[in-house]
């Protein structure tokens, strides 16, 4: 697992990761990335493919950009790893995780996600990129969908891990 930052209440990465969440900074997701990917020394020879964490097309069109794939485009400008955006699809519109405890996210995520149009091939290496690690059960749900394709090794890379 790739984490950049630690997400406490008075944390700068809480403050950049709720802007690029909330302040329609789109710019603020791609600088976290750039910045994950050098502090974690990533390399396009490590990786076939980023897989940003998908949001639903509604989600998508009510902030006009996926945090997560923002994320990934600062790593992919660093490492010129590609990204496979459709990799995933997200199945269900939810409400905001954030007020959440543990056991109602882990029931808000299950079978969230599905494959998408861009599913990836056997054998390949793949980094799933995500804004903040709270649970677990986002990223969880996710790779059970990624699993299917028989990944050589499956990896997370988190912006912020929330302590």
Sequence with gaps: MYAGYLFTPDSVARAIVHSLKYGHNRAAGIALGRLVACKEGLRKEDFDWLVPIPIHPQKLAERGYNQAYAIALGVHEVTGI???KDALRRRQYGTSQTEKHRQERIRA???AFTAGPHFPQEGLRLL???DVL????TLS???VVLAKAF???LSVLVAAVDM
Aim: hydrophobic share 40%; charged share 30%.
């Design 82 to 84: 590609p990204i496979a």
């Design 109 to 111: 995520m299950k079978d």
């Design 128 to 130: 799933l990129v995500d």
């Design 134 to 137: 709270t649970t677990g059960a």
């Design 141 to 143: 749900e996710a790779a």
């Design 151 to 153: 990944p050589k090794r």
